[in-house]
């Protein structure tokens, strides 16, 4: 190297030493006023940040989810489907949240735009959590006068109501994490904390929406709540971007305070009178269905669960509870007057409140999951709670814990639209319900299935029978085409019933016992399982009522 060029290149370092001295050092460097980092406390402040909204924004997504199960019952019930279509297009939706929100993250080249980014997203998330209780009121019309099966219908409800919601929310993540990185840069730490706050956010709203909230301020109050949250954290994001981003925050403020003023007057339509821990519970007139006076009906989710007269609590409107009724005194005769009766289930208390008026000296015990159902039923369907014992119970723990009782009928009052409790239907269960009548005494159960050929019912028959000599399944009527039925079975070893029952009490009805029939017609009987506590294919048997109109 020439004297020249060493010179020349002794020079340019030293004006290289002059400039990097003349600056801070990179951990001397203040963010700029405009980074959240300096609004929060600096670089700690910035994740704090960040954690607690994709914290936020995971809960709230599941707390949607969760309420979109009671959302959606009245309308097509609760089923294994109802909740495939639920999970299924929330996860979709998530899924291509995230990936848009991937994108937009590498498009913003400041941290600006994706600040703003984020803040537009949570307040859209906002505005379409009130949209969905707007949203309802035109799309379950739709779908119900669409004539669906309840599987498609509950998809086309889950699709329009919460898809859009979904993909919002999935954004969130990605584009946090986008700007985590950009405050800490180690990332295999940075990335894993984001997704362990998106798993926590959604474990608590999970168990938030499901075991409080939903029972102590409904669904329509969630999802208000859900709107507000998501507007208060996107307000950091959006008051600081200048006239533009205000005018967005006061619309949202503005789009808030409209749905719950719309939620005070109006309720968005709530079919529900009460939302309890299980079900949605609504009383309707029914006083067409009586010849005279009042009545009213209970409705859980999406079926009638019994009428009551006002003042003629013995009489039993719907033809399966007038049937359970003449079985038991076809089969008890006088004795039905003071024997013991154990009602597993109690919806309306249609069926408890009429033995109670009809036989005075009968002891009732009546088992009902849900102690709202009961407190309805007493204010609203004219229940005297004194002339029985209610057990707020799971109907197995229930007669689990009945060691020393024995009783003369057990009434197996379970469907829940054309879901039924599995657990209540095998043969575990009905070794329990066997062990628990006196000798020769009496089971009954009615469930909902598809004639011709309901596959369901065959099965229980053929998981009764191995405890019970006189296994027989009766309906009012045989349909002239396919339809859904409520169908009773009767299980005794006492003796064999009559082919046609026909009422000593109430209406003039005949009841036919059609267990030959079944036998004799559709899928033989031996190619059909008996249920058990380790194979119960409850939906698979009911399958026509879920993925045809005529379960709807």
Same mark, same amino acid.
């Given at each position: ?13 030293d004006?290289?030493?002059?400039e ?45 989810e ?9 309308y ?29 993250a ?17 307040g ?16 379950a ?24 919601p ?22 295999g ?20 929406a ?18 507000g ?20 925050a006061l ?67 719907s ?8 079985l ?9 007057? @003071?024997?013991? !009766? *154990?009602?597993?289930?109690?919806? %309306? /208390?249609?069926? =408890?409140?009429a &033995?109670?008026? +009809? ?23 004219y229940?005297?709670r004194s ?11 229930a ?23 599995w ?11 066997k062990?628990?009548?006196?000798? @020769?005494?009496? !089971? *009954?159960?009615?469930?909902i299935? %598809? /004639?011709?050929? =309901?596959?369901? &019912?065959?099965? +229980? ?29 009767s299980?005794t ?30 899928t ?29």
């Amino acid at each position: 190297m020439s004297l020249e060029a060493k010179n020349a290149s002794d020079s340019s370092l030293d004006r290289d030493r002059s400039e990097i001295s003349s600056h801070p050092s990179s951990s001397e460097v203040e963010p700029a006023s405009n980074d959240p980092a300096t609004q929060a406390g600096g670089a700690g402040g910035a994740r704090l940040l960040y954690g607690l909204v994709v914290f936020g924004s995971s809960a709230i997504l599941l707390m949607l989810e969760i309420t979109a199960g009671r959302l959606i019952a009245p309308y097509v019930g609760v089923s294994i489907y109802s909740w495939t279509s639920i999970i299924g297009v929330i996860l979709a939706g998530l899924s291509l949240g995230s990936w848009l929100g991937g994108v937009w993250a590498d498009r913003s080249d400041e941290p600006s735009d994706s600040e703003r980014a984020v803040g537009l997203a949570l307040g859209a998330a906002g505005v379409a959590s009130i949209g969905i209780l707007l949203m309802l009121t035109w799309i379950a019309p739709i779908v119900l006068s669409a004539d669906l099966s309840l599987m498609a219908g509950a998809f086309w409800l889950a699709l329009g109501l919460f898809f859009v919601p979904s993909i919002l929310l999935g954004t969130i993540t990605p584009l946090l994490i986008a700007l985590a990185l950009r405050v800490d840069t180690r990332a295999g730490r940075t990335v894993g904390m984001m997704h362990a706050l998106s798993a926590l956010g959604s474990i608590t709203g999970t168990f938030t929406a499901g075991f409080w909230l939903i029972q102590h301020i409904g669904t329509r109050a969630i999802l208000l709540l859900c709107a507000g949250s998501l507007f208060a954290m996107a307000l950091p994001f959006l008051l600081r971007r200048g006239r533009s981003s205000t005018l967005v925050a006061l619309l949202l403020g503005i789009a808030f305070g409209t749905g719950w003023m719309t939620h005070d007057r109006q309720g968005f339509l709530n079919p529900c009178n009460v939302e309890s821990q299980y079900y949605c519970i609504r009383i309707e007139s029914a006083d067409s269905e009586v010849p005279f006076g009042e009545a009213r009906a209970m409705v859980l989710d999406h079926l009638v669960h019994g009428i009551s007269h006002a003042t003629e609590p013995g009489m039993l409107i719907s033809p399966y509870l007038h049937l359970s009724d003449e079985l038991i005194l076809g089969y008890l005769g006088s004795k039905a007057s @003071d024997a013991r !009766y *154990l009602f597993l289930g109690g919806g %309306a /208390y249609t069926h =408890p409140r009429a &033995v109670a008026a +009809l036989t005075p000296d009968a002891k009732i015990t009546v088992v009902e999951i849900d102690p709202q159902v009961t407190r309805v039923a007493a204010e609203s369907l004219y229940l005297d709670r004194s002339s029985m014992r209610i057990i707020h119970s799971d109907a197995r723990i229930a007669l689990q814990s009945m060691d020393d009782e024995r009783f003369d009928v057990i009434i197996g009052d379970i469907a829940h639209d054309v879901t039924m409790p599995w657990h209540l239907m095998t043969d575990e269960y009905a070794r329990l319900v066997k062990s628990r009548l006196t000798q @020769d005494g009496l !089971y *009954l159960l009615n469930l909902i299935d %598809a /004639y011709p050929d =309901p596959l369901l &019912v065959k099965s +229980l028959v053929n998981t009764l029978r191995p405890h019970f000599e006189h296994v027989h399944v009766w309906i009012e009527r045989l349909p002239e085409n396919i339809s859904r039925e409520t169908f009773i079975l009767s299980a005794t070893d006492r003796f064999e019933p009559p082919l046609t029952l026909r009422a000593q009490r109430g209406f003039e009805r005949d009841w036919h016992r059609i267990t030959k029939v079944l036998e004799s017609t559709g899928t033989p009987m031996d190619r059909l399982p008996a249920l058990s506590d380790d194979h119960a294919p409850i939906e698979r048997l009911i399958g026509r009522l879920i993925t045809s109109k005529i379960g709807n």
